[in-house]
């Protein structure tokens, strides 16, 4: 579990980290190098759950030695499949990251969210959304595992 004090807010207590496959975690279905190790640094902390419809269908050998758990949908209305899926496993504990349009839904049902500008670039819709942004996925994950740079950014 991962708390985070900010001063002149409520604790955010997180319990599930949710990511956004393509254009998040990886560019053209083939994750971003780096990516691996941090995710496992984070699953020391929170439940981890990669969620795609697949579109390169390269997720499972991707993730494969990745401690996440990946959950797939059909590619039409992804963006209600990934709310659906934040809001079972209890968005008032969830952190949310991607960088799509479809990922709005999930964002607004999550805690606390960071869009992410990686190689396919983010909706500009997205960004409007999120409580964090940055440049790229190692910087998202590296932000989530510093209490400290969390409390900068997010502090009354």
């Known amino acids: 579990m991962l708390v985070y004090k900010i001063p002149g807010r409520e604790d955010i207590i997180i319990e599930n980290i949710v990511f956004d496959y393509n254009g998040t975690l990886a560019v053209g279905g083939k994750l971003i190098e780096g990516v691996h190790d941090l995710i496992n640094e984070l699953s020391k902390y929170a439940n981890i759950y990669v969620l795609t419809a697949d579109t390169y269908g390269t997720v499972v050998e991707e993730c494969k030695d990745i401690n996440c758990k990946v959950l797939t949908f059909p590619k039409e209305k992804a963006g209600q499949s990934k709310k659906e899926i934040v809001e079972k496993i209890g968005g008032d504990r969830t952190l949310a990251v991607g960088n799509g349009f ?55």
């Not at 969210?113 to 959304?129: H, Q, T």
């Open 102 to 156: 479809n990922d709005i839904p999930m964002f607004e049902a999550s805690i606390l969210s960071i869009g992410i500008i990686e190689g396919e670039g983010a909706s500009g819709k997205l960004l409007a959304r999120a409580d964090i942004i940055v440049r790229n996925i190692r910087e998202g994950i590296n932000i989530i595992l510093n209490k400290n740079m969390i409390k900068a950014t997010l502090r009354d």
